[in-house]
Nanobody, 126 residues
Framework: QVQLVESGGGLVQAGGSLRLSCAAS????????MAWFRQAPGKEREFAAA????????YYADSVKGRFTISRDNAKNTVYLQMNSLKPEDTAIYYC???????????????????WGQGTQVTVSS
């Protein structure tokens, strides 16, 4: 059973940066599509960024495009989310997700992913 553990969240001022990490267990990490989703209080969980198994293709929500960068290191079984120019509206719990059961068709889709981490809180103060 694959497990995902997020880290790197915290409190930052608007305009600042954070880097989230998601460490995965398992020997076949390099075959998984990976993504970051986020959920603000009172809102639905929403897509932020995704990366294909090789890292060759990345996808971003319009709200984070140009500010966030997703990357992966398959040798370390880790996916990252570099977040720059943070805004108060980026405040949310950030979840790492993996698709371990076959090719992914729609990387932005929440229900495409079958393994989720516990989340890490990101708070951006104004």
């Amino acid at each position: 059973q694959v497990q995902l553990v997020e880290s790197g969240g915290g409190l930052v001022q608007a305009g600042g940066s954070l880097r989230l990490s998601c460490a995965a267990s398992g020997r076949t990490f390099s075959t998984y599509a990976m993504a970051w989703f986020r959920q603000a209080p009172g809102k639905e969980r929403e897509f932020a960024a995704a990366v294909t198994w090789s890292g060759g293709n990345t996808y971003y929500a319009d709200s984070v495009k140009g500010r966030f960068t997703i990357s992966r290191d398959n040798a370390k079984n880790t996916v990252y989310l570099q977040m720059n120019s943070l805004k108060p509206e980026d405040t949310a719990i950030y979840y790492c997700a993996a698709r371990t059961n076959g090719p992914i068709l729609y990387p932005q889709g929440r229900y495409e992913y079958n393994v989720w981490g516990q989340g890490t809180q990101v708070t951006v103060s104004s």
